[in-house]
C-alpha cells in the first residue's frame, strides 16, 4: 500500500514492510472503511478486542495512533494503530517509538483474517509496561531510518549477541525520569537503555544485511521468526535480567522451537507471580502473621481479603482455588495465590476454575527459590543456562510491578483496588481515601491525583474506570471541601507509606487504601456547616475547580426578598460616607467581578432590584452576589467567595449588634453585619433549597415518567378501543 | 430448615424432589431424636415405595452439626448398592467441610462454592 498512511502524527516515518502492508490493507478492508477514509469504530474495536490485549492497551494504542484525537481511525491511524498492537502483542511499550522497528504483524483472535496466524497473544504485562512507557513517549531515540523490509527477516540470530553488551545509552535519561520509585530506577533505566542499544546494534545489522532472499526462506515463518526476533531485540519494558534471559533463551531456541512455545509462555502471565509481586505479598503476610512458616487463619485472611472490596462470592471462590490442602489456613504460598487472584480480579480477569498452574503452591515453591539467586546474577551469559522458562516468565511479568510505580505519573487510571474501593467509600471516606493512594505524593490534588493513583495494572475495567471516574468527580468535589485537613491527611498518608516499604507504590497505595477505614462522614458537613466564612472561602474556592456542573441553581425566590433588604440597606446607606469604605471594599473584592457585574447587571437590571440598579455600581456588586448566583453559576462561586470577603471584612470591623430594622438611622457597620448574617443565612438557605431542589427535581422526573407510561396506557387501549369497536357494530 | 443447596438431574421436574426432600426432612428429624447416640451415623432412609406412583429411593445422611444431606434417586436404578450411597454421602461431606473451611463462607448461606457443584454434578452424573 502506500507509504503515506503509514506516517504517523507524532512526527516519525513508519513505513510498512509489504506484508504488514497487505496485512493491514485485509485489515482495513475488514474494517470497512468508507468514502472519507474513516474506519468504522465498531469494527476497529472488534478487531483491536481481537487482538486480546487489556482494554487499557488498546486506549494507549487509540491515543497514540492519534485516532482519539481525530475522533475516528483514518487510514493512517489505522496502520499505526495495527503496527502498536502488533508491538504491544510482541512485548513492546505501545510507544511511538517501537514501532519504528519492525514490527511482526498483530494477531487477531476470531477475526476473520487469513494472513494472520491466529494465535493466543495474552501479553497482558507486557501492556502494564507500556502503560508506563505511554506516559510519556519521547522521541529519545534518534534512530536512523532503517530499511524495514530487511529488518524484518535479517535480524538474524548472529546478530544479537553484540545487543547484549551494557552499553551506557544516551538516550536512557527521559526514560529515567518517569520512574518514580527508586527500586525501578535501575532496572528500568537499564532495560531501555538495553533496548534501544540492541535495537540500534540490531538496525545496524540489518543494513549490514540487506538480503531479502534469505527472509523469503522464512516467509512462512515470519510471523513466528519476528516475534522471536522481537522478543530478542527488543527487551523492551522488561527488566534488563528478563531481556537477557529472553534474548539468550529465545536465540537458543528460535532456531528450533515455533514462536508458540516462546509465546506460550507468556500467556500464563496474569497467572504469574513475578518477584516483586511475591515481595509483596510475602511482606503481607509477614504483617498478618510475623512467621514465614505458618499459617494465616481464615478469619484473619477473610479480613484482609474483604478489605478488598472484592464481592463475598468471589472472595469465597478465591478461597477454594488457593486452599488446596482445605485447612482453612493459608500458608504463604497459598496466601500469595490468593492475593494473586484478587489482584488479577481487580485488574479485570475472570477468576478461573481451577487454580491455574503457575500459581499452585508446588510451582509457587519451585520458583519461590529460584528466583532469588536469578536476581543476583549479572546479565549476560550467565543466566542462560539458569533460566527456565517460566523465569523469564517472571522477569517480564516483572515489567508490571515497574509500570505501577511508574504509572502514579501518568493520566491513565488503571487502578485496582482504589477502582472498587473508591465507589464504596466514596460517599464515607472522600477526601482520605482519595488522598491515600497517591501516599509518595506529597501534594495533594485533587481529580489527577486519583487518576494518578489509578496505576496497577492493565485493567479492562478502564473504561469502566472511566465512567466510574465520571461519577466519582462529582463525589469528589463535593468531598473536596474535605481537603480542609489536607496536611493532616498527608501526614496520615505519610506515616502510612512509612509503615510500609514496598516497591509497588500503587499496590500499596491500593492496599493502604483498601485499608483505611472509612473516614468520618460528617467531615463535609462540618466544613459546610460551619459559617466561619473563610472556611467556606477555602471550601469553594477548592470546590470551583471541579465542581461546576454540581450545584444546583439556587432557589430564585427566597434571596431575592433578602437582596432587596440588603440593596434597600446598601442603596440607603449609599449616602452615607461609610458606603464608600464598602465601595471601595467591594471594589477590591469585586475587581475581578467586573465581567460578571456587567452580566448580572443585564440580567437583574430588570430585577425588582430596580430601585437598587438605579443606584451606583457600589451596590451593582452586593446585588450581583446574589442574584448572579442564580443565572450564572460558575460566576456565583466567584461571587461567593467574594461574598465571604465582603462577610470577613465586615465582620472584622467592629460591630455593634446589629437590627434587623431601622437602616437609616443605624451607622454602616451594622448594616453591613445584618447582610453579612443575612448573607450567611441566604447561603445556608440556598444550600437547603439546593438540596431540596434536588430532591424535587427528582420526583418531577419519576413523575414524568410515570405520566409517560400513563399515557402510553392511554393509547394502547384506546387502540384497543378502537380495534374493538367495529366489531360490537357487526 | 432450609436448603442449602439443591441440585437435582437429569430430569427437572425440580419441584416434585424439593417437595421430596422437604418432606423426608420430618423423616430425618425423628430419626435424630430418636437416637441419642451417635448421631454421626450415616443414616439411610431408604423409603422404598413412598407413593405407588412414584418409587424412589431416599436417602439421608446427618452431620456433627445437624446438616443433613438427602439423596433422591430413582428406584429405577437399582443398580445403586448402599455402598455406593455411603460413598456419595462421604464425597458430600468431605465437600462439604471444604466449603466450610472458607472463612468467606458464612454458615446458613446458601452454598455457591463452585468446587462444590463440580463434585455434585461429576456424582450425579456417575450416578444416571
Not at chain 1, 483474517?113 to 504485562?125: I, T, W
Not at chain 1, 491500593?510 to 473563610?534: D, F, G, N, W
Not at chain 1, 467581578?593 to 455600581?617: I, P, T
Amino acid at each position: 500500500m502506500e507509504q503515506g498512511p503509514g506516517t504517523v502524527s507524532g512526527g516519525g516515518f513508519i513505513s510498512l514492510s509489504e506484508n504488514e502492508q497487505r496485512c493491514y490493507s485485509d485489515l482495513y478492508t475488514l474494517c470497512q472503511a468508507d468514502s472519507s477514509g474513516k474506519l468504522a469504530a465498531s469494527k476497529v474495536g472488534e478487531l483491536f478486542r481481537a487482538s486480546q490485549l487489556p482494554a487499557d492497551t488498546l486506549h494507549q494504542v487509540t491515543e497514540l495512533c492519534g485516532a482519539k484525537r481525530l475522533g475516528y481511525f483514518g487510514t493512517g491511524q489505522f496502520y499505526v494503530a495495527l503496527k502498536l498492537l502488533a508491538a504491544a502483542q510482541s512485548g513492546f511499550p505501545v510507544r511511538l517509538e517501537s514501532i519504528k522497528s519492525e514490527m511482526p504483524l498483530p494477531r487477531f483472535v476470531g477475526m476473520k483474517n487469513d494472513a494472520e496466524v491466529l494465535r493466543y497473544p495474552n501479553h497482558s504485562q507486557n501492556t502494564e509496561s507500556q502503560g508506563y512507557q505511554l506516559g510519556k513517549p519521547p522521541m529519545t531515540v534518534a534512530r536512523p531510518s532503517l530499511d524495514r523490509d530487511a529488518l524484518k527477516r535479517t535480524e538474524s540470530l548472529g546478530d544479537k549477541q553484540e545487543t547484549r553488551s551494557p552499553p551506557p545509552s544516551p538516550l536512557r535519561s527521559p526514560p529515567n525520569s518517569p520512574s518514580s520509585s527508586s527500586n525501578q530506577d535501575r532496572p528500568l533505566s537499564y532495560s531501555y537503555g538495553k533496548e534501544w542499544s540492541s535495537t540500534e546494534q540490531l538496525t545496524g545489522g540489518e543494513t549490514r544485511h540487506p538480503a531479502a532472499s534469505e527472509m523469503s526462506s522464512y516467509e512462512s515463518k515470519h510471523l513466528s521468526r519476528p516475534l522471536l526476533q522481537q522478543e530478542v531485540s527488543s527487551p523492551s519494558n522488561y527488566g534488563s535480567k528478563s531481556s537477557l534471559t529472553h534474548s539468550s533463551v529465545t536465540r537458543a531456541l528460535s532456531v528450533e522451537r515455533s514462536a508458540e512455545e516462546g509465546s506460550a509462555d507468556y500467556h500464563d502471565d496474569p497467572w504469574r507471580i513475578t518477584e516483586e509481586q511475591r515481595d509483596y505479598y510475602t511482606m503481607q503476610f509477614k504483617s498478618l502473621q510475623p512467621d514465614l512458616n505458618s499459617l494465616i487463619s481464615g478469619s484473619v485472611a477473610k479480613n484482609f481479603f474483604t478489605k478488598s472490596k472484592l464481592s463475598i462470592p468471589e472472595l469465597s471462590h478465591i478461597w477454594e482455588l488457593s486452599d488446596v490442602d482445605c485447612d482453612g489456613a493459608l500458608t504463604l504460598l497459598e496466601f500469595s495465590a490468593a492475593f494473586h487472584l484478587i489482584v488479577a480480579r481487580k485488574n479485570g480477569y475472570s477468576l478461573p476454575e481451577k487454580l491455574p498452574q503457575t500459581l499452585q503452591p508446588g510451582f509457587l515453591q519451585r520458583d519461590a527459590v529460584s528466583p532469588k539467586t536469578k536476581r543476583d546474577g549479572t546479565f549476560l551469559g550467565s543466566y542462560s543456562e539458569l533460566v527456565p522458562s517460566n523465569q523469564q516468565q517472571k522477569e517480564p511479568a516483572y515489567s508490571e510491578w515497574e509500570v505501577i510505580s511508574e504509572l502514579p505519573r501518568t493520566p491513565e487510571p488503571l487502578i485496582v483496588f482504589e477502582d472498587d474501593s473508591r465507589t464504596a467509600p466514596q460517599e464515607t471516606n472522600t477526601v482520605e481515601s482519595i488522598q491515600l493512594p497517591l501516599s509518595d505524593k506529597s501534594t495533594p490534588k485533587q481529580e489527577p491525583r486519583i487518576d494518578n493513583s489509578m496505576s496497577a495494572f492493565s485493567p479492562k475495567r478502564n473504561p469502566a474506570f472511566k465512567d466510574t471516574s465520571a461519577e466519582h468527580t462529582p463525589l469528589e468535589n463535593t468531598p473536596a471541601a474535605k481537603t480542609d485537613p489536607p496536611p493532616e491527611l498527608e501526614h496520615q498518608v505519610k506515616s502510612r507509606t512509612r509503615q510500609r516499604s514496598y516497591s509497588s507504590t500503587s499496590i500499596d497505595d491500593a492496599m493502604k487504601k483498601v485499608e483505611e477505614p472509612p473516614a468520618p462522614p460528617p467531615r463535609p458537613q462540618k466544613t459546610h456547616s460551619r459559617a466561619s466564612s473563610l472556611d467556606l472561602n477555602k471550601i469553594f474556592q477548592q470546590s470551583s475547580q471541579g465542581f461546576k456542573g454540581g450545584w444546583l441553581p439556587p432557589p430564585a425566590i427566597p434571596p431575592r426578598p433578602l437582596a432587596a433588604q440588603i440593596l434597600h440597606f446598601v442603596s440607603s446607606t449609599e449616602t452615607t460616607s461609610a458606603q464608600k469604605s464598602v465601595q471601595k471594599i467591594n471594589f477590591a473584592d469585586f475587581s475581578k467581578f467586573s465581567e460578571e457585574e456587567e452580566n448580572a447587571a443585564k440580567n437583574d437590571a430588570q430585577g425588582q432590584l430596580g430601585k437598587a440598579a438605579g443606584s451606583s455600581e457600589e451596590s451593582s456588586p452586593l446585588k450581583d452576589i446574589l442574584p448572579a448566583q442564580r443565572p450564572q453559576k460558575p460566576s456565583r462561586r466567584k461571587c461567593r467567595p467574594e461574598s465571604q470577603n465582603l462577610d470577613s471584612q465586615e465582620t472584622t470591623l467592629p460591630l455593634p449588634p446589629p437590627s434587623s430594622s431601622a437602616p437609616g438611622t443605624k451607622p454602616h457597620l451594622p448594616v453591613q453585619k445584618q447582610s453579612s448574617r443575612q448573607k450567611r443565612a441566604i447561603q445556608t438557605a440556598i444550600r437547603k433549597n439546593k438540596e431540596a431542589n434536588a430532591v424535587l427535581a427528582r420526583l418531577n422526573s419519576e413523575l414524568q415518567q410515570q405520566l409517560k407510561d400513563a399515557h402510553l396506557d392511554r393509547i394502547a387501549l384506546e387502540t384497543q378501543l378502537e380495534q374493538l369497536r367495529p366489531v360490537s357494530y357487526l | 430448615n432450609y436448603p442449602l443447596y439443591i441440585r437435582s438431574i437429569p430430569t427437572e421436574n425440580e419441584l416434585k424432589f424439593h417437595y421430596t426432600v422437604h418432606t423426608s426432612l420430618d423423616v430425618v428429624e425423628e430419626k435424630i431424636s430418636a437416637v441419642g447416640k451417635a448421631l454421626v451415623d450415616q443414616r439411610e432412609l431408604y423409603l422404598g415405595l413412598l407413593y405407588p406412583t412414584e418409587d424412589y429411593k431416599v436417602y439421608g445422611y446427618v452431620t456433627n452439626s445437624k446438616v443433613k444431606f438427602v439423596i433422591v434417586v430413582d428406584s429405577s436404578n437399582t443398580a445403586l448398592r448402599d455402598n455406593e450411597i455411603r460413598s456419595m454421602f462421604r464425597k458430600l461431606h468431605n465437600s462439604y467441610t471444604d466449603v466450610m473451611c472458607n472463612p468467606f463462607y458464612n454458615p446458613g448461606d446458601p452454598i455457591q462454592s463452585k468446587a462444590f457443584d463440580n463434585m455434585v454434578s461429576a456424582m450425579m452424573v456417575q450416578v444416571c
